[in-house]
Structure formats: C-alpha cells, structure tokens
C-alpha cells in the first residue's frame, strides 16, 4: 500500500541500513560468491528454522518489509503500515502457492505496539507459533515468532519498533497538573 503522505526522513535512514556493507560483501565473496546485504548474516544462522524470512523494520512512524526465500531476496513493500499477503498479483508480498488464500492475511505495523498480523478469511488458516488466528483479530508479533500460512513458514524478525515507541512516547505531550 502506498501512503499520500512523503516519506519521513527516519524512513530513508531506515533504508540506509539495508544496503550492502562493504565488510560483509567482501566476506560473503570469499566465503560464497554472493553479495552480503545488513540481514544477510543473520539469515545465514537461520535457515534450518524456516523457508522464508520477513524482516520488518519499523521506521518511526511507518515502516517496510523485506522477504527472503532462503538466501535470496523476494522483495521489500514500499513503506506503509499495512501489506497483504496472499496469492494475488496485486498483494504487497506475493506467495504463489495453491494453499494461499488469493487475499491469505495483512502484517500491520502501530508504531505504540509494533508489528501484528492477522487472518483475512484464508481458507488454510494463518497461524503465529502454531497458534491459529481467529478471522480479523489483531497478533502482535515478537522478534523470532513465526507465522505460518496455510503450510507455508515465515520466521519475523522485528527491527526499530521499540525505538519508534520510545521516540513516539517522549515526543508526546505531558498531562498538566493543577
């Protein structure tokens, strides 16, 4: 989903920290032959847990995903605060299975709670640490959890939320006392 809005300049920071490092791809050249990008090494030592990674970074007051199908990159979202996933072309993360709901489930982001998914009506059920979802209700989501669609697993990993709230709470304004 794209916002009317111009993207904050947290956002571009936020950006920043996704793209290549130097150390890390000169690393990852002799090690693999594959350009290193900031999650990559954290991927490396995950890859027996789940098929998929969603790494979802907060950037104050809006935020963006970014997919990894093992090593590979899948895509990032634009920056937002809510992505449909699901089997559609014109969802936000694309998974092209049959057990997919065309319209499976949407990640949200609220920069007080953080990161929750929720079940949009999917056939095949969405679920969070083998937990299904009932339809609608709002789960928010911790660094490690994993969700799973239908049978498809997707282990979150959660970047800048707590910093967002931290930011949000000290720029909000005081109650007066009489």
């Not at 989903?1 to 571009?12: C, I, L, N, V, Y």
């Not at 979802?56 to 199908?69: E, K, M, N, P, S």
Request: charged share 15%.
């Amino acid at each position: 989903m794209s916002s009317s809005t111009p993207p904050h300049r947290e956002d571009f920071n936020s950006l920043e920290r996704l793209k290549p490092k130097p150390s890390e791809s000169a690393a990852a050249s002799e090690s693999d032959g594959a350009q290193a990008t900031a999650i990559d090494p954290t991927v490396r030592q995950l890859l027996w847990i789940a098929s998929y990674y969603l790494q979802a970074v907060a950037t104050g007051r809006t935020a963006f995903l970014t997919l990894q199908r093992q090593q590979q990159p899948v895509g990032t979202t634009e920056v937002g605060t809510s992505w449909i996933i699901g089997r559609n072309a014109a969802c936000a993360i694309v998974l092209p299975y049959a057990s997919i709901s065309r319209l499976h489930a949407a990640i949200g982001y609220c920069p007080q709670h953080g990161f929750y998914v929720l079940d949009l009506g999917s056939k095949n059920g969405t679920y969070v640490n083998r937990h299904r979802l009932a339809l609608l209700r709002k789960q928010f989501l911790q660094d490690g959890d994993t969700v799973t669609l239908s049978t498809i697993a997707i282990l979150v990993m959660l970047s800048g939320w707590k910093q967002a709230e931290t930011a949000a709470s000290s720029l909000a304004p005081t109650a007066e006392v009489d």
